[in-house]
Nanobody
Framework: QVQLVESGGGLVQPGGSLNLSCAAS????????MAWYRQAPGNERELVAR???????KYADSVQGRFTISRDRAKNTVDLEMNSLKPEDTAVYYC??????????????WGQGTQVTVSS
C-alpha cells in the first residue's frame, strides 16, 4: 500500500491562494495516478484534479483555470496550487493514489485530509 500525508490547508480570504502538498511513501513504484479530492459538509467526495503517470491531467470544471496540480517524482509528492479561491472551495481536501501491481492487484489509498476554509 501507499501512505499519504497532506499538508498546507488553512484559512484564507476569498480571492486568496493556498498550496497543498501530499507526500507519498511505501509502494510508490506501483502508483498509476495521484489526485486531490475534496468533501464539503453534506456533499459527496468529488475529484478536484488528477495527474497520471504519463503526465495527463484532469481538472474538475469548477476549478479549471484556478487550480494547478503537479507531481515531483524525485520527492514523491503531488501538489495542488489553488488561486482565486472562493467560499465554495471550502472543504476537506484528500490526497489519493490509484496503484496497479502485476498481475491483477489494484488498490486505492487516501490521506487523512486537510481542511481548507475560504472565508472573510
Amino acid at each position: 500500500q501507499v501512505q499519504l500525508v497532506e499538508s498546507g490547508g488553512g484559512l484564507v480570504q476569498p480571492g486568496g491562494s493556498l498550496n497543498l502538498s501530499c507526500a507519498a511513501s511505501g509502494k510508490i513504484v506501483n502508483i498509476v495516478t495521484m489526485a486531490w479530492y475534496r468533501q464539503a459538509p453534506g456533499n459527496e467526495r468529488e475529484l478536484v484534479a488528477r495527474i497520471s503517470h504519463d503526465g495527463r491531467i484532469k481538472y474538475a470544471d469548477s476549478v479549471q483555470g484556478r487550480f494547478t496540480i503537479s507531481r515531483d517524482r524525485a520527492k514523491n509528492t503531488v501538489d495542488l496550487e489553488m488561486n482565486s479561491l472562493k467560499p465554495e472551495d471550502t472543504a476537506v481536501y484528500y490526497c489519493h493514489t490509484y496503484s496497479a501491481e502485476w498481475p491483477d492487484h489494484e488498490y486505492n489509498d487516501w490521506g487523512q485530509g486537510t481542511q481548507v476554509t475560504v472565508s472573510s
